[in-house]
């Protein structure tokens, strides 16, 4: 018996009187029902609001039961039937709030033990009232495996075969990897995707993987909760950190199941500290770039203002999609804001820690969790104990050599020749600066140069620098204090 057949007829025969299945692929919940019909030993009715209700578990097409079109007649209709049921209600979630449904709901759930009916409420998005949760629950539709999707990009294949009277051009590695990024999705999503790379012109090339990507992802959109950037930043755009750059690239065949990491165990995550503009956030989009994988950009300022009071929830579903983008990189810029140890919104903060370290501790899919933060008396110390994340990096101010890379490639990023400047001068000048201080002090050296009507130069950029006041002298107390925590407690970054 398949997977699926057996959970959905242990979730009905658990005597629970609501379920609730949140999925956009009706066909697929309905075909679910009608080949699990016979073990039910009850009939099976699909409803929606321009139809009516149904049965859909005789084989054939059934008569539509008059008069049962609107919310109230169909749930009144179940409530006088004294012959047990299974009715599914599509689109129902306009409706479950109303009170008068919301009772009569109530009342077909509690008369369970005298008529055995199933209300399954298919939605793509479902919020169940409060006085209904005791009564339900939810049944997840599984997944299409990498042999199903496979079968899919075959028969899709196949299809625009016979069409054009030619093959599709692909190759093993490029088809391997298709369906690797077709994993989280549903089987009509899928085929919706698969479709996208051949239909342009009948072949599957590398150049596909990135737009079925951001195509998937459209799919999954959690409305400026999660952001999705497939182009992420090559590590060459990152000066120094090169512990790091050397740990992720001993960690790269095992995150991507290489048979040459065989036996080892796949990384999981890593915390970047550090200060201000020291290149953190960058150093976490190139963790994409050097993996080749997309990246996931988990805004915590928006999971709480967007969804207050559900909090947990969406955070609960944007971990699932990211599971679903998977393989992919979580990255969770200043996650301090969103886990802060006591404060006014220690509740809310508490039960976002709680979902997040369970899901961090059980997720089996290939998610690379990168935390970024720049104040640790705020995070909490279950966050931080060993085995939370693979490594803590600290990322410093960069060093004298660091400095001179930096000049180099922002220079470079503006199509200046690095020959002309005195790339040495500039790095000693610019001592205690980060990396996004060197930057501002090159765009601020453009303005000065337009302005009197110059090419830039080494001496107006060491002007620009002579004026700034860096973060390490503004707030040196706080610098110095947290160089001197990381110290003993992270490895450095470079």
Same mark, same amino acid.
């Given at each position: 018996?398949?997977?699926?057949?057996?959970?959905?007829?242990?979730?009905?025969?658990?005597?629970?009187?609501?379920?609730?299945?949140?999925?956009?692929?009706?066909?697929?919940?309905?075909?679910?029902?009608?080949?699990?019909?016979?073990?039910?030993?009850?009939?099976?009715?699909?409803?929606?609001?321009?139809?009516?209700?149904?049965?859909?578990?005789?084989?054939?097409?059934?008569?539509?039961?008059?008069?049962?079109?609107?919310?109230?007649?169909?749930?009144?209709?179940?409530?006088?039937?004294?012959?047990?049921?299974?009715?599914?209600?599509?689109?129902?979630?306009?409706?479950?709030?109303?009170?008068?449904?919301?009772?009569?709901?109530?009342?077909?759930?509690?008369?369970?033990?005298?008529?055995?009916?199933?209300?399954?409420?298919?939605?793509?998005?479902?919020?169940?009232?409060?006085?209904?949760?005791?009564?339900?629950?939810?049944?997840?539709?599984?997944?299409?495996?990498?042999?199903?999707?496979?079968?899919?990009?075959?028969?899709?294949?196949?299809?625009?075969?016979?069409?054009?009277?030619?093959?599709?051009?692909?190759?093993?590695?490029?088809?391997?990897?298709?369906?690797?990024?077709?994993?989280?999705?549903?089987?009509?999503?899928?085929?919706?995707?698969?479709?996208?790379?051949?239909?342009?012109?009948?072949?599957?090339?590398?150049?596909?993987?990135?737009?079925?990507?951001?195509?998937?992802?459209?799919?999954?959109?959690?409305?400026?909760?999660?952001?999705?950037?497939?182009?992420?930043?090559?590590?060459?755009?990152?000066?120094?950190?090169?512990?790091?750059?050397?740990?992720?690239?001993?960690?790269?065949?095992?995150?991507?199941?290489?048979?040459?990491?065989?036996?080892?165990?796949?990384? *999981?995550?890593?915390?970047?500290?550090?200060?201000?503009?020291?290149?953190?956030?960058?150093?976490?989009?190139?963790?994409?770039?050097?993996?080749?994988?997309?990246?996931?950009?988990?805004?915590?300022?928006?999971?709480?203002?967007?969804?207050?009071?559900?909090?947990?929830?969406?955070?609960?579903?944007?971990?699932?999609?990211?599971?679903?983008?998977?393989?992919?990189?979580?990255?969770?810029?200043?996650?301090?804001?969103?886990?802060?140890?006591?404060?006014?919104?220690?509740?809310?903060?508490?039960?976002?820690?709680?979902?997040?370290?369970?899901?961090?501790?059980?997720?089996?899919?290939?998610?690379?969790?990168?935390?970024?933060?720049?104040?640790?008396?705020?995070?909490?110390?279950?966050?931080?104990?060993?085995?939370?994340?693979?490594?803590?990096?600290?990322?410093?101010?960069?060093?004298?050599?660091?400095?001179?890379?930096?000049?180099?490639?922002?220079?470079?990023?503006?199509?200046?020749?690095?020959?002309?400047?005195?790339?040495?001068?500039?790095?000693?000048?610019?001592?205690?600066?980060?990396?996004?201080?060197?930057?501002?002090?090159?765009?601020?050296?453009?303005?000065?140069?337009?302005?009197?009507?110059?090419?830039?130069?080494?001496?107006?950029?060491?002007?620009?620098? *002579?004026?700034?006041?860096?973060?390490?002298?503004?707030?040196?107390?706080?610098?110095?204090?947290?160089?001197?925590?990381?110290?003993?407690?992270?490895?450095?970054?470079?």
């Amino acid at each position: 018996m398949d997977n699926e057949v057996h959970d959905l007829i242990v979730t009905i025969e658990s005597h629970i009187p609501i379920v609730v299945i949140e999925s956009h692929d009706e066909d697929r919940v309905r075909k679910l029902f009608a080949g699990a019909a016979i073990r039910f030993a009850k009939p099976i009715h699909s409803w929606s609001i321009t139809e009516g209700l149904r049965r859909i578990d005789l084989g054939h097409e059934s008569h539509l039961i008059e008069q049962t079109q609107e919310p109230e007649a169909v749930l009144s209709h179940i409530k006088n039937n004294i012959y047990p049921g299974v009715f599914l209600l599509m689109d129902f979630h306009p409706y479950v709030a109303e009170a008068l449904h919301t009772r009569l709901i109530k009342e077909i759930a509690l008369n369970y033990a005298n008529v055995a009916h199933t209300i399954v409420f298919v939605s793509h998005n479902f919020s169940i009232p409060s006085e209904l949760k005791r009564l339900s629950a939810t049944f997840e539709l599984h997944l299409p495996t990498a042999e199903v999707l496979e079968k899919i990009v075959r028969e899709e294949a196949n299809a625009w075969a016979k069409t054009h009277q030619r093959r599709v051009k692909t190759d093993a590695k490029t088809l391997a990897l298709l369906v690797r990024n077709l994993r989280g999705v549903s089987l009509n999503d899928a085929r919706q995707l698969v479709r996208k790379a051949i239909y342009n012109d009948g072949a599957i090339t590398l150049a596909d993987i990135p737009v079925i990507t951001k195509a998937k992802y459209e799919m999954l959109d959690m409305e400026g909760v999660l952001s999705f950037e497939f182009h992420t930043a090559e590590f060459s755009e990152v000066g120094g950190l090169k512990n790091l750059k050397r740990w992720l690239d001993q960690r790269k065949a095992a995150f991507h199941g290489d048979q040459s990491a065989l036996g080892l165990d796949p990384p *999981r995550g890593m915390m970047l500290l550090g200060v201000q503009g020291g290149g953190k956030s960058l150093a976490a989009k190139s963790v994409a770039g050097m993996w080749g994988i997309p990246l996931l950009r988990l805004d915590f300022g928006a999971l709480y203002n967007k969804f207050y009071g559900e909090t947990e929830r969406n955070l609960r579903q944007s971990l699932q999609i990211a599971e679903a983008m998977s393989p992919c990189v979580l990255w969770m810029d200043e996650i301090e804001k969103g886990v802060a140890a006591g404060g006014s919104d220690a509740g809310p903060s508490q039960r976002v820690l709680g979902t997040l370290l369970t899901w961090m501790a059980e997720r089996e899919a290939s998610v690379f969790m990168v935390a970024t933060a720049n104040d640790i008396t705020n995070l909490p110390p279950e966050l931080m104990r060993k085995g939370r994340f693979d490594e803590i990096f600290f990322v410093d101010l960069p060093n004298a050599e660091t400095r001179h890379l930096i000049f180099e490639i922002h220079l470079k990023k503006r199509k200046f020749t690095t020959e002309s400047f005195n790339l040495a001068e500039l790095a000693v000048a610019s001592e205690g600066f980060s990396g996004a201080e060197i930057e501002q002090a090159i765009v601020s050296g453009l303005y000065a140069a337009q302005a009197d009507k110059m090419r830039l130069n080494t001496a107006i950029v060491l002007a620009e620098i *002579r004026i700034t006041r860096p973060l390490s002298v503004v707030m040196a107390e706080q610098v110095s204090a947290l160089q001197t925590w990381a110290a003993s407690r992270t490895v450095p970054a470079d």
